[in-house]
């Protein structure tokens, strides 16, 4: 089978099963008491120097101190939010305090942990502050902007980092952060060599009985250095998560702690641990002052952080810096040590009897269950027949099998072309968005410019109406005038001619005068 067919099998399997695992996991969270005796007597005073108390306060204070700028309203995303419980929390406190127009959008993978949240939210009273998106954060692409991005525990479950990293510094808005609460050990949750050390070196000292695995069931001689990340996505890629962060961001804020104590204090051995007795918390105590001075000397690297990052370089507090607490991988990683003996001594406070009956039991259960898979196949054996019968069904169905695998292979071969087919569709379509993108701007600002041609020309119209209304009262005034000058001159000739004749009048008499003189002359 191709290669890559393969990877994407194993990785559609890996999906499948992360979703069923948390499917119907309703407290994600959930740690034994002595991680909280722990984390209150050690990790709390140090959070308090840096101006929080633990994860839920810091995501808290980022929130709270962006809402409270009142620049607009605040838009926040929490990547593989889960059940939401975070987040319903926060807006409830946000809400309580004054601040009611913001948005926490809440994105994960299982619809069944969103669903959880969306009753939450309802219940809480802040349906109207949370949005719901489900989705793959391996294939994630931000449809907005945010002013802020939180993770909670939920980086080491991410296999495409570089993608996710990239995606939130671009949907960040400027002095926009990310914070977040996350493992950052090796992956898979194991052990570096000098870690798995200092744990065997404390593993020696526990009671049989402490050596219960809560969460397998299985007890455990000496610790057993599980990777994790087989079984889905656990702390796929811890290990990378603050050297890429380192790449993508600038640290505000960070603050890094425990490693060996891990394995004391989670939930598979930590259960077996009493907090009340003196015994169980001196044993922490020694095993966290171990802890702290290993990574405190540079030979140890933190497992766990608290971080604020942002895109542009700032004023840094923390406890660490965070370029130091970055394991490095040279090449192949040399194995630990394995100690001769599971124990130091037998020199425990604790009743020797207790112990052996607590064992005893735990062989009691497991001879039981191996007697009872005897028993199975005992059964099984005596029914050969129906056993060959079974074989030879077997085999027609793994010859369907092979089959119904060709039949998948040729398809999904034509599914990755179709694939291959659509991302350069999609990509054909990204471009054509960016020119469409490009135009309308382009068209935007040509309608802007005709806006203003617009406004300009309406002016000048205005002006030459207003021109043409005074040339029309010029002109009727002109024509007035000309009216005028018209009756005058007629007034003038009129006079004029008044005159001649009263000129030629005269002159008329006059000559009727001397013609009358001329006439008595001429009889005289």
Known sequence: ?????????????????????????????????????????YIHPQLTALGFSGPDDLFERELRRICAAGQGAPRFLSLGSGNCDLEVRIAAKLRGEGFADFTIDCFDLNPAMLARGRRAAEQAGVAANAGFLEGDLNQWRAETEYDAVIANQSLHHIVNLEGVFAEVKRCLRPGGVLVTSDM??????????????????????????YRFNRQSGYYEELYE?????????????AQDILALLLEHFHFRTFFGFANAIDAFVDRGFGPNFDVSAEWDRRFIDELHRRDESEIAAGRLTPTHMLAVLTKEPGEFTGNLQPQKCVRPVNGAVAEARVPESAYDDFAWPHDVRAELAAVRAKLAELTKLVQRQADSVEAFRLSSDWVAEMKGELERRAAWARHMEEAFNDRTAWALRLEANIADRTEWARRMETQADERTEWALRLDRELKDAQKELDARAAWAMELQRNFESRTAWAMQLQEEVREQTERAEAAEAEVRKLVRQPWRLFGKIASGLRKRLRSG
């Open 1 to 41: 089978m191709d290669e890559s067919i393969t990877d994407r099998a194993q990785y559609a399997a890996a999906v499948a099963a992360e979703t069923r695992r948390y499917e119907s996991c309703h407290h994600v969270h959930d740690l034994p008491a002595i991680f909280h005796y722990w984390s209150h007597t």
């Open 184 to 209: 950052i050990g090796r992956n898979g949750h194991r052990r570096w060599p000098e870690a798995l050390e200092l744990a065997y070196e404390f593993w020696r000292k526990l009671p049989p009985s």
């Open 225 to 237: 250095d599980r990777d994790y990340s087989d079984e889905g996505f656990e702390g796929v890629r």
